[in-house]
């Protein structure tokens, strides 16, 4: 676990802020690097109890991939952000969002800033997908994750 510092932190809420237009992110947690760009969310209370334990490998809860110039939300990290997010956002229908965490291919129509937008059914956030530039979507849901096809 290693906090991130002052710059990085900066410096990815300046790309969430150009990429979703998300002011103040996570202004009550601590973020963690992770490894493989990966970032982690805790709360101050929580990383206090973690390092007071004994073979504690991660805290918090994953929340994004920092991918080149691009941040990739997590499910849990475009909800963490619920309503600061406010652009690149996809509106789905429930047929659509069944096929996103299917992580089936969808047709996008529009235009999108970016690479990626997030996946949004109502106020449910179902985190970041990516746009080719054909019009296809990829969702970027975590085997694991997916519902599985019958």
Same mark, same amino acid.
Request: charged share 35%; with cysteine.
């Given at each position: 676990?290693?906090?991130?510092?002052?710059?990085?932190?900066?410096?990815?809420? #300046?790309? *969430? @802020?150009?990429? !979703?237009?998300?002011?103040?992110?996570?202004?009550? #947690?601590?973020? *963690?690097?992770?490894?493989?760009?990966?970032?982690?969310?805790?709360?101050?209370?929580? *990383?206090?109890?973690?390092?007071?334990?004994?073979?504690?490998?991660?805290?918090?809860? !994953?929340?994004?991939? +920092? &991918?080149?110039?691009?941040?990739?939300?997590? +499910?849990?990290?475009?909800?963490?952000?619920?309503?600061? +997010?406010?652009?690149?956002?996809? =509106?789905? =229908?429930?047929?659509?969002?069944?096929?996103?965490?299917?992580?089936?291919? #969808?047709?996008? @129509?529009?235009?999108?800033?970016?690479?990626?937008?997030?996946?949004?059914?109502? =106020?449910? !956030?179902?985190? &970041?997908?990516?746009?080719?530039?054909?019009?296809?979507? !990829?969702?970027?849901?975590?085997?694991?994750?997916?519902?599985?096809?019958?």
């Amino acid at each position: 676990m290693k906090l991130m510092d002052t710059g990085e932190r900066k410096h990815f809420e #300046l790309r *969430l @802020r150009k990429q !979703y237009g998300v002011e103040n992110p996570f202004e009550d #947690l601590v973020l *963690l690097a992770a490894g493989r760009g990966r970032v982690r969310a805790t709360t101050k209370e929580a *990383l206090e109890v973690a390092k007071k334990l004994r073979r504690v490998q991660q805290a918090g809860v !994953y929340i994004a991939k +920092i &991918s080149k110039e691009d941040v990739i939300l997590s +499910i849990e990290g475009s909800q963490v952000l619920n309503g600061k +997010i406010t652009k690149s956002v996809l =509106d789905l =229908d429930e047929e659509s969002a069944e096929k996103w965490m299917r992580a089936e291919v #969808l047709e996008v @129509r529009g235009k999108y800033e970016g690479k990626y937008v997030v996946g949004k059914c109502g =106020d449910l !956030y179902l985190g &970041s997908g990516r746009i080719t530039r054909d019009g296809k979507l !990829y969702p970027q849901v975590a085997k694991w994750r997916r519902i599985p096809v019958e």
